[in-house]
């Protein structure tokens, strides 16, 4: 798979976390019923972990799936130079948001004792993102800037 189609690839990704984690945040901050086959996703949603300082957990995962379809938005335009930079940025935010989301579910399954579908849903991008991120970083260097003609 070329650079190219595995940034696309992660940008699409992106947005689809986008969407997840910001339909996640609205409905917590409505205090909505979360559309759910179980009851897990309100009971995830009332608990305490839900919220880090205040904030619910959904309002940073749309802001770290903003910044990495960002990343991925921006990676194209970068200099050949850069590329290797931007592999290492990507690398290092799909990371993080894998290790956040195997923590989540850790809650979710050992504390909470719930399964919310859309946090699974969450996780399952979060990981696409890290294991693609980590193909980028082995070819950071095949994605190549339009020539101006």
Not at 85 to 108: C, M, P, Q, R
Not at 125 to 144: E, G, K, N, Y
Request: glycine residues 4%; contains cysteine.
């Amino acid at each position: 798979m070329s650079a190219l189609t595995l940034n696309r690839a992660m940008f699409a990704l992106a947005v689809a976390g986008m969407v997840v984690a910001g339909l996640l945040w609205y409905w917590h901050a409505q205090n909505a019923d979360i559309p759910c086959t179980n009851a897990g996703c309100d009971k995830v949603a009332q608990h305490p972990s839900s919220r880090l300082f205040g904030i619910p957990v959904a309002a940073y995962g749309t802001l770290f799936y903003l910044s990495f379809a960002v990343l991925c938005a921006l990676r194209p335009s970068v200099p050949a130079v850069r590329q290797r930079l931007f592999a290492h940025l990507i690398l290092l935010w799909g990371t993080t948001g894998f290790l956040f989301s195997v923590y989540l579910t850790y809650l979710e399954l050992f504390v909470i004792r719930a399964i919310c579908q859309w946090c699974v849903a969450s996780a399952v991008i979060a990981t696409a993102l890290f294991v693609l991120s980590a193909l980028t970083w082995r070819q950071p260097q095949l994605l190549v800037v339009p020539s101006e003609a």
